[in-house]
């Protein structure tokens, strides 16, 4: 059932995904603009993936180490991060001079 369960909710996302690019095509979808016949909203949500996508990849090459190790290793101790102080008192939460 472990298994089962997320390979479905794969497929049936897949199938939505299908169905709702196939709609986005025709230029009715939407705001009934289209670019070369192809619907605007299809061309938008393309857009923005080939964007999302772009920056993904530009990213992981300027931050490597966070996408290789699963954190930044950047060689700042805990005692160099700002410190906070939780009494009820201070409102802000922030110790004075800390900031």
Same mark, same amino acid.
């Given at each position: 059932? @472990? &298994?089962? =369960?997320?390979g479905?909710? #794969?497929?049936?996302?897949?199938? &939505?995904? &299908?169905?709702t @690019?196939?709609?986005?095509?025709?230029?009715?979808?939407?705001? +009934?603009?289209d670019? +070369?016949g192809?619907?605007?909203v299809l061309? =938008?949500?393309?857009g923005?993936?080939? *964007?999302?996508?772009?920056t =993904?990849? =530009?990213m992981s090459?300027? !931050? #490597?180490p966070?996408? #290789?190790? +699963?954190?930044a290793?950047?060689g !700042?101790t805990?005692?160099?991060? #700002?410190? *906070?102080?939780v009494k009820?008192?201070?409102? @802000? +939460?922030?110790k004075a001079?800390?900031?």
């Open positions: 059932m @472990t &298994i089962f =369960m997320p479905l909710d #794969r497929v049936l996302l897949f199938i &939505i995904l &299908i169905k @690019t196939i709609s986005s095509l025709d230029p009715d979808f939407g705001s +009934g603009a670019i +070369g192809i619907g605007l061309i =938008m949500g393309v923005v993936l080939a *964007i999302g996508l772009v =993904m990849i =530009m090459v300027l !931050h #490597r966070f996408f #290789r190790w +699963g954190s290793q950047t !700042h805990a005692s160099a991060a #700002r410190k *906070i102080d009820p008192e201070n409102a @802000t +939460g922030i001079g800390s900031g």
